[in-house]
Every structure is written in structure tokens, then in C-alpha cells.
């Protein structure tokens, strides 16, 4: 199992950014799928999810309406469209599937660093 995420960098307040995750080593449609983030000196806060289908997504309630969850099961590929962004969005972006209850399956991270 392989979760690559890409896209993070710095943006200005306000600004948008595209975060992507490829996924490889695993029949990706059958999943669920999360992204978690980690700002700095804090811990882990999950930020949005999707059923295997991509008909149904959830939201932190702070990212809701700046924030758009996608996959392409396709290309065995995740998205987040994060618009609006804010300093309180700086962390590192993971990808994750969900399996049996649980995220068994990480990315190693995207920096997304939001500047004032």
C-alpha cells in the first residue's frame, strides 16, 4: 500500500491550494478515504472524508465551505481543493484509508503553510 500526497506549499491568506494523493498497492475504489492535518506542536485533526463511491464527503466544521474532497478512482487519486485559506490551515496535509474502522494506511505528508 503507497499513499503519495503532493501540492502543498505556501500560499497567502486567502489564497487556494490543490493537495493531491496517488494511491497505489491497493484496490483504491473499494476504500474510504480521509485527509488529517498537523499544525505545528499539535496533534492530529482529522479534516474531511469519502465514501469509496465519492458521492458522500464530511467536513471539519472549519474547513466547511473552503474545502472540497474529491477522488478520481480512475486514476486512483485524491484531492482536496482548499480555498480560503487561513493561518489556523498551516500543518502538514496526510492522506489516509479507511479500513475496518480505523486509518490503516498513511502518506508521508504535505507542508501547506498559510502566510499573513
Known amino acids: 500500500v503507497q499513499l503519495e500526497e503532493s501540492g502543498g506549499g505556501l500560499v497567502q491568506v486567502g489564497g487556494s491550494l490543490s493537495l493531491s494523493c496517488a494511491a497505489s498497492?491497493?484496490?483504491?475504489?473499494?476504500?474510504?478515504m480521509s485527509w488529517v492535518r498537523q499544525a505545528p506542536g499539535k496533534g492530529l485533526e482529522w479534516v474531511s472524508d469519502i465514501n469509496s463511491g465519492g458521492g458522500t464527503t464530511n467536513y471539519l466544521m472549519s474547513v466547511e465551505g473552503r474545502f472540497t474532497m474529491s477522488r478520481d478512482n480512475a486514476k486512483n487519486t485524491l484531492y482536496l481543493q482548499m480555498n480560503s485559506l487561513k493561518p489556523e490551515d498551516t500543518a502538514i496535509y496526510y492522506c489516509?484509508?479507511?479500513?475496518?474502522?480505523?486509518?490503516?494506511?498513511w502518506g508521508q505528508g504535505t507542508l501547506v503553510i498559510v502566510s499573513s
Open positions: 498497492g491497493f484496490t483504491f475504489s473499494s476504500y474510504p
Open positions: 489516509a484509508r479507511w479500513w475496518g474502522g480505523a486509518l490503516d494506511a
